[in-house]
């Protein structure tokens, strides 16, 4: 380990000290996804996920985020269930993505979560009681805590990790010479661990990926461990047609993204049958200009694509733009055995 590494989990260690020293609990339980590394695992497709199953089973699920570059101070809702309170500039991409994308489903950013979580039902407790005919139902709260694995200041009654099966720990050094938060040893408190970017849900035995799942049972061996894919489940035009992916197929795309795993994005794109004739890659939470969106197409234009295929993600971040009328959104689910969730929501 070097000497910037050194300083790193130096500062790592003493922000863990106080934050566990000054840990508070919220009323209601909290489930935190997470993971070790910066981005690529698939966090804000799995929080999704799980705030709609939580729906689905009687809870009231209620996003708690950081809200990451974006620009709002304080805790505020994102949504209060019924569409979007804050633009990506004030959220951050992530949340406005959950936000536009969930009903019924509160999303809450704040820095502090303990603080974040204590407004959340203080207004939802206020709107229950004013409004009886509220999407908010009386159902019992349940926080998810939106890249929580590192939020040392608030308890969770489980912790989850995502880790992605291609490039799971980088190249093993911390930030800033690697892409780990933590050492891996710290895998050693997650409650369970899902291998994300598999190539089928559903299977959690050690014949998929094995090598991972040793090293895991290495540093945790009481954790349940669940493997998971990102599925394709269609795409949207620029002007809200919904469309399955397979129109894509036979096709030239070209592809761009602002992601931490753009390698992930392409293999997307080839799954449908795509001819990719280019991929353009900006850094994860790239801010769009109009000017980017002009040299897409232009590159577009020259590689002889039919069509320019994005992400949802970067897609929230260009609503105000005048956008190529070829262009599609990808739309990715997250798909993980159903006794994922029982095992998560069993309470």
């Not at 863990?16 to 609990?25: E, V």
């Not at 509220?134 to 939020?151: A, C, K, R």
């Amino acid at each position: 380990m070097g000497i910037a590494e050194r300083l790193y989990y130096l500062g790592l260690s003493i922000k863990r000290y106080f934050g566990i020293k000054h840990q508070k609990r919220l009323p209601y339980r909290v489930v935190s996804v997470g993971n070790l590394t910066l981005g690529g695992t698939g966090k804000t497709p799995a929080t999704i996920a799980m705030a709609e199953e939580a729906q689905s089973r009687g809870f009231l699920p209620v996003i708690l985020t950081r809200g990451y570059k974006g620009s709002e101070q304080g805790p505020c809702f994102v949504t209060k269930g019924e569409g979007l309170l804050l633009d990506v500039t004030r959220a951050g991409d992530e949340p406005a993505l959950m936000g536009e994308k969930l009903r019924g489903i509160p999303v809450v950013k704040g820095k502090n979560r303990y603080n974040a979580g204590m407004f959340a039902i203080k207004a939802i407790k206020h709107q229950q009681e004013e409004h009886a005919a509220s999407s908010i139902t009386n159902s019992e709260i349940v926080f998810i805590l939106d890249d929580g694995f590192q939020h040392w200041t608030l308890y969770r009654d489980k912790d989850i990790v995502l880790i992605d099966s291609e490039n799971p720990f980088s190249n093993r050094k911390l930030i800033p010479f690697g892409r780990l938060r933590e050492p891996i040893d710290a895998l050693s408190r997650a409650d369970v661990i899902v291998i994300t970017g598999t190539a089928e849900s559903g299977r959690n035995d050690d014949d998929l990926h094995r090598d991972l799942i040793d090293e895991i049972k290495l540093h945790n061996n009481q954790a349940q461990i669940y493997s998971a894919c990102h599925t394709l489940v269609g795409c949207t035009t620029v002007a809200g047609e919904r469309m399955p992916a397979a129109v894509l197929s036979g096709t030239k795309v070209f592809g761009f993204c602002g992601l931490a795993n753009p390698v992930s994005f392409r293999k997307t794109i080839e799954s449908t049958g795509a001819v990719l004739t280019g991929l353009r890659h900006y850094r994860d939470h790239f801010r769009y200009r109009s000017e980017d969106v002009r040299e897409i197409a232009d590159e577009a234009g020259r590689t002889g694509a039919d069509t320019i295929v994005t992400t949802e993600k970067d897609i929230i971040k260009m609503k105000t733009f005048d956008l190529p009328i070829n262009m599609v959104i990808l739309e990715i689910a997250f798909s993980v055995k159903a006794d994922f969730y029982t095992h998560i929501f069993g309470f």
